[in-house]
Structure formats: structure tokens, C-alpha cells
């Protein structure tokens, strides 16, 4: 039997990325406790009915923050403008090293994700036409 995906992540980062995915991961739970985890992709990765192809959220640290990634972002609203592009649908919140974690706003940008899994699904390669025109990606 597989360990627990964020204790295995954990080992791979330093204590205080471990303290902001701990933190992470409760949000995302919270949100959503219907999503699967594992490590993926070299992220720490959330999905539905375990289709990885499709993951909704990820998160992973750099040097200078811990990253919260989703693979549609280019559909969430982003009421706080925290989102940076990423690939032509991927976006970004990063969440400097020592900073906190609005768990309640993670929780809705997942919640919201994953209310629009299925119309990213349905649409994919129009969105990422649209992001890449949008985003010069």
C-alpha cells in the first residue's frame, strides 16, 4: 500500500514549504474533500476519479515561494489578482516562503476549479487557443 502523498512530499522540501503544503493541502481538502492525491508530474496534485491527464490543483515550492497551480486557470475569476499565466491554460498563485495561507480564498479558487472541470473538459482546445492568443503563449 502507497504511503500518504503529502507526508512522501514533505520529505522532499524543507520545513518551511512543508508548513505552507500542510496548510495547503487542509484547504484544498476542505474544499474539495472529494479530490485524489498524489505525486505527480513532480507536483504534489489533485484530482477527480484519479484522471491525472485532468488534475484540477498542484502544488509544489521554489526557492522563493510555494506554488498552487491550476491547470485551467485561465477559466477562475480571480477576485484577488494573485493568478500569473503559466502554459496557455495553467496559472499560478505563489505564496511567498513565510507567508500565510488565506485558507478560505485557496478553498474557493479550488472549489471554483473544479466547478469548471467539466466545461474545461468539454472545451479544451478553444480555451488554450484563446489563452495563448490572450497570454502570448
Known amino acids: 500500500m502507497a504511503g ?3 507526508e512522501e512530499y514533505l520529505a522532499l ?26 505525486i505527480k508530474y513532480r507536483l504534489l496534485s489533485y484530482t477527480v476519479e484519479r484522471d491525472w491527464r485532468h488534475w484540477v490543483c ?15 486557470g485561465v477559466l477562475l475569476d480571480d477576485p484577488l489578482g494573485v493568478l500569473r499565466p503559466g502554459t496557455s491554460t495553467l496559472m499560478t498563485w505563489d505564496i511567498p516562503r513565510g507567508g500565510e ?10 472549489r471554483e476549479a473544479l ?3 467539466e466545461h474545461f473538459l468539454a472545451n479544451a482546445d478553444e480555451i488554450s487557443a484563446a489563452a495563448r492568443e490572450r497570454y502570448g503563449r
Do not use: H, M, Q
Not at 522540501?13 to 479530490?35: K, S
Not at 485558507?103 to 479558487?109: C, E, F, H, R
Open 4 to 6: 500518504d502523498p503529502l
Open 13 to 38: 522540501y524543507d520545513e518551511a514549504a512543508g508548513r505552507l503544503f500542510v496548510e495547503l493541502d487542509g484547504a484544498i481538502r476542505a474544499a474539495a474533500p472529494e479530490l485524489d492525491s498524489a
Open 58 to 72: 498542484a502544488v509544489n515550492a521554489t526557492k522563493s515561494a510555494v506554488c498552487l497551480r491550476f491547470l485551467w
Open 101 to 110: 495561507i488565506d485558507t478560505a480564498a485557496v478553498g474557493g479558487y479550488v
Open 115 to 117: 466547478d469548471r472541470r
